[in-house]
Protein backbone atom coordinates (compact mmCIF):
# COMPACT_ATOMS: atom_id res chain seq x y z
CA UNK A 1 0.00 0.00 0.00
CA UNK A 2 0.56 3.79 -0.21
CA UNK A 3 2.31 5.89 3.05
CA UNK A 4 0.70 9.10 3.85
CA UNK A 5 2.35 11.04 6.65
CA UNK A 6 1.56 14.45 7.45
CA UNK A 7 3.80 17.08 9.63
CA UNK A 8 3.52 18.05 12.02
CA UNK A 9 1.38 16.02 14.18
CA UNK A 10 -0.18 19.42 16.27
CA UNK A 11 0.41 23.13 16.22
CA UNK A 12 -0.88 25.35 18.33
CA UNK A 13 -0.54 29.26 17.09
CA UNK A 14 -1.68 32.97 18.29
CA UNK A 15 -4.28 34.41 15.92
CA UNK A 16 -2.70 35.92 13.22
CA UNK A 17 0.47 33.83 12.74
CA UNK A 18 1.05 32.07 9.59
CA UNK A 19 1.88 28.06 9.58
CA UNK A 20 2.70 25.33 6.88
CA UNK A 21 0.98 21.74 7.12
CA UNK A 22 2.91 19.25 5.14
CA UNK A 23 2.01 15.84 2.96
CA UNK A 24 4.00 12.84 2.01
CA UNK A 25 3.29 10.20 0.56
CA UNK A 26 5.40 6.92 -0.90
CA UNK A 27 4.74 6.68 -4.19
CA UNK A 28 2.73 7.89 -6.96
CA UNK A 29 -0.54 8.75 -6.94
CA UNK A 30 -3.59 10.20 -9.41
CA UNK A 31 -5.13 12.64 -6.97
CA UNK A 32 -4.60 14.39 -3.81
CA UNK A 33 -7.07 16.24 -1.36
CA UNK A 34 -7.07 18.54 1.51
CA UNK A 35 -9.58 18.63 4.04
CA UNK A 36 -10.27 20.43 7.18
CA UNK A 37 -12.52 18.82 9.75
CA UNK A 38 -14.26 20.76 12.51
CA UNK A 39 -14.57 19.95 16.16
CA UNK A 40 -17.65 18.46 15.45
CA UNK A 41 -16.52 16.10 13.31
CA UNK A 42 -17.34 17.06 9.99
CA UNK A 43 -14.97 17.35 7.22
CA UNK A 44 -14.83 20.00 4.70
CA UNK A 45 -12.68 19.30 1.36
CA UNK A 46 -10.66 22.54 0.76
CA UNK A 47 -8.49 21.93 -2.28
CA UNK A 48 -8.27 19.29 -4.36
CA UNK A 49 -4.84 20.06 -5.78
CA UNK A 50 -2.89 16.61 -7.62
CA UNK A 51 -0.18 18.72 -8.67
CA UNK A 52 0.78 22.77 -9.27
CA UNK A 53 -0.80 25.99 -6.66
CA UNK A 54 -4.01 27.04 -6.00
CA UNK A 55 -5.40 29.63 -3.39
CA UNK A 56 -8.45 30.30 -2.03
CA UNK A 57 -8.44 33.11 0.53
CA UNK A 58 -6.29 32.90 3.21
CA UNK A 59 -5.47 29.29 2.47
CA UNK A 60 -3.00 27.94 -1.09
CA UNK A 61 -1.76 24.75 -1.69
CA UNK A 62 1.21 23.82 -3.74
CA UNK A 63 1.22 19.99 -4.93
CA UNK A 64 4.95 19.06 -5.68
CA UNK A 65 3.91 14.95 -7.56
CA UNK A 66 7.57 14.42 -8.57
CA UNK A 67 8.77 14.45 -5.40
CA UNK A 68 5.91 13.43 -3.37
CA UNK A 69 4.23 15.94 -1.53
CA UNK A 70 1.86 18.83 -0.71
CA UNK A 71 2.17 21.64 1.47
CA UNK A 72 -0.94 23.54 2.81
CA UNK A 73 -0.57 26.96 4.26
CA UNK A 74 -2.29 29.09 6.33
CA UNK A 75 -1.91 32.83 6.83
CA UNK A 76 -3.56 35.25 9.27
CA UNK A 77 -4.95 32.07 11.17
CA UNK A 78 -8.39 32.87 12.95
CA UNK A 79 -9.85 30.81 15.84
CA UNK A 80 -12.01 29.07 13.50
CA UNK A 81 -9.10 27.70 11.82
CA UNK A 82 -8.81 25.21 14.71
CA UNK A 83 -9.93 21.58 13.88
CA UNK A 84 -7.70 19.09 12.20
CA UNK A 85 -6.13 18.97 8.65
CA UNK A 86 -6.34 15.92 6.36
CA UNK A 87 -4.53 15.25 2.88
CA UNK A 88 -6.03 12.48 1.08
CA UNK A 89 -3.98 10.66 -1.96
CA UNK A 90 -6.24 8.02 -4.70
CA UNK A 91 -3.91 5.20 -5.48
CA UNK A 92 -4.36 1.94 -6.89
CA UNK A 93 -7.42 3.37 -8.60
CA UNK A 94 -10.80 4.78 -6.56
CA UNK A 95 -9.30 4.40 -3.51
CA UNK A 96 -8.48 7.01 -1.19
CA UNK A 97 -5.75 6.86 1.52
CA UNK A 98 -5.64 9.53 4.10
CA UNK A 99 -2.78 10.92 6.52
CA UNK A 100 -3.24 11.00 10.00
CA UNK A 101 -3.64 14.75 10.47
CA UNK A 102 -2.06 17.96 11.67
CA UNK A 103 -4.12 19.02 15.00
CA UNK A 104 -4.45 22.79 14.34
CA UNK A 105 -5.50 24.82 17.26
CA UNK A 106 -5.55 29.25 16.76
CA UNK A 107 -5.67 30.60 20.34
CA UNK A 108 -6.80 34.63 20.47
CA UNK B 1 -30.64 22.46 -0.11
CA UNK B 2 -27.91 19.50 -2.01
CA UNK B 3 -25.84 17.22 0.58
CA UNK B 4 -25.44 14.38 1.96
CA UNK B 5 -27.41 13.41 5.21
CA UNK B 6 -26.25 10.63 7.96
CA UNK B 7 -28.27 9.25 10.50
CA UNK B 8 -28.53 8.30 13.03
CA UNK B 9 -26.08 11.13 14.44
CA UNK B 10 -25.44 9.30 17.39
CA UNK B 11 -25.98 5.13 18.04
CA UNK B 12 -25.67 2.75 20.38
CA UNK B 13 -25.60 -1.05 20.44
CA UNK B 14 -25.22 -4.12 22.65
CA UNK B 15 -22.89 -6.95 21.43
CA UNK B 16 -24.06 -9.40 19.12
CA UNK B 17 -26.48 -6.82 17.40
CA UNK B 18 -26.37 -5.75 13.80
CA UNK B 19 -27.03 -1.83 13.12
CA UNK B 20 -27.35 -0.23 9.91
CA UNK B 21 -26.33 3.50 9.52
CA UNK B 22 -27.88 5.55 6.49
CA UNK B 23 -26.54 7.77 3.89
CA UNK B 24 -28.32 9.52 1.28
CA UNK B 25 -27.28 12.42 -0.97
CA UNK B 26 -29.32 14.46 -3.68
CA UNK B 27 -25.98 15.40 -5.10
CA UNK B 28 -26.44 13.20 -8.07
CA UNK B 29 -23.07 11.57 -8.18
CA UNK B 30 -22.14 8.30 -8.94
CA UNK B 31 -19.59 7.45 -6.22
CA UNK B 32 -20.35 6.91 -2.76
CA UNK B 33 -17.87 5.60 0.30
CA UNK B 34 -18.24 4.99 3.65
CA UNK B 35 -15.14 5.48 5.81
CA UNK B 36 -14.36 4.87 10.07
CA UNK B 37 -12.51 7.21 11.84
CA UNK B 38 -10.81 5.88 15.17
CA UNK B 39 -9.97 8.92 17.85
CA UNK B 40 -6.85 10.62 16.53
CA UNK B 41 -6.94 8.60 13.33
CA UNK B 42 -7.38 9.68 9.78
CA UNK B 43 -9.81 7.88 7.82
CA UNK B 44 -9.39 4.51 6.64
CA UNK B 45 -11.73 3.05 3.57
CA UNK B 46 -14.49 0.38 4.55
CA UNK B 47 -16.97 -0.01 1.19
CA UNK B 48 -17.19 1.91 -1.78
CA UNK B 49 -19.30 2.43 -5.16
CA UNK B 50 -19.04 3.56 -8.02
CA UNK B 51 -22.16 2.81 -9.62
CA UNK B 52 -25.62 1.65 -8.52
CA UNK B 53 -25.75 -2.13 -8.11
CA UNK B 54 -22.32 -2.39 -7.82
CA UNK B 55 -19.56 -2.06 -4.63
CA UNK B 56 -16.14 -3.06 -3.71
CA UNK B 57 -14.32 -3.72 -0.47
CA UNK B 58 -12.17 -1.26 0.90
CA UNK B 59 -8.99 -1.91 3.17
CA UNK B 60 -11.61 -2.93 6.18
CA UNK B 61 -14.43 -4.71 4.90
CA UNK B 62 -14.66 -7.18 7.53
CA UNK B 63 -17.43 -7.02 9.62
CA UNK B 64 -19.29 -4.78 7.35
CA UNK B 65 -21.76 -4.95 4.66
CA UNK B 66 -23.27 -2.47 2.40
CA UNK B 67 -25.75 -2.27 -0.60
CA UNK B 68 -25.99 0.21 -3.45
CA UNK B 69 -29.54 -0.13 -4.78
CA UNK B 70 -30.53 3.78 -5.45
CA UNK B 71 -28.04 6.53 -6.54
CA UNK B 72 -29.06 8.28 -4.14
CA UNK B 73 -28.64 5.76 -1.03
CA UNK B 74 -25.87 3.86 0.49
CA UNK B 75 -26.44 1.79 3.69
CA UNK B 76 -24.07 0.44 6.36
CA UNK B 77 -24.73 -2.39 7.83
CA UNK B 78 -22.41 -3.21 11.13
CA UNK B 79 -22.44 -6.62 12.04
CA UNK B 80 -21.61 -8.65 14.70
CA UNK B 81 -18.91 -9.85 12.92
CA UNK B 82 -17.24 -6.45 13.22
CA UNK B 83 -14.73 -7.11 17.05
CA UNK B 84 -14.52 -3.42 17.64
CA UNK B 85 -17.29 -1.44 15.88
CA UNK B 86 -17.04 1.68 18.55
CA UNK B 87 -15.88 4.47 16.08
CA UNK B 88 -17.17 7.58 14.21
CA UNK B 89 -17.94 6.75 11.09
CA UNK B 90 -18.08 8.96 7.57
CA UNK B 91 -20.12 8.71 4.42
CA UNK B 92 -18.78 10.66 1.05
CA UNK B 93 -19.68 11.03 -2.56
CA UNK B 94 -18.19 12.29 -5.66
CA UNK B 95 -18.21 12.64 -9.42
CA UNK B 96 -16.07 10.04 -10.64
CA UNK B 97 -12.97 9.77 -8.80
CA UNK B 98 -13.09 13.87 -8.31
CA UNK B 99 -13.44 16.09 -5.15
CA UNK B 100 -15.25 13.91 -2.44
CA UNK B 101 -17.91 15.34 -0.32
CA UNK B 102 -18.61 14.63 3.18
CA UNK B 103 -21.96 14.07 5.70
CA UNK B 104 -21.64 14.70 9.02
CA UNK B 105 -21.01 11.42 10.36
CA UNK B 106 -22.82 8.95 13.02
CA UNK B 107 -20.99 8.06 16.47
CA UNK B 108 -21.03 4.27 17.05
CA UNK B 109 -20.73 3.34 20.47
CA UNK B 110 -21.23 -0.50 21.68
CA UNK B 111 -22.06 -1.19 25.28
Redesign the interface.
Known amino acids: ?IQ?EQSPPDLILQEGANSTLRCNFSDSV??L?W?HQNP??????LF?IPSGTKQNGRLSATTVATERYSLLYISSSQTTDSGVY?C?V?YGG????????TSLTVIP | DGGITQSPKYLFRKEGQNVTLSCEQNLNHDAMYWYRQDPGQGLRLIYYSQIVNDFQKGDIAEGYSVSREKKESFPLTVTSAQKNPTAFYLCASSIGIDTQYFGPGTRLTVL
Open positions: GVNNQFWGQLINYFAENQFYFGTG
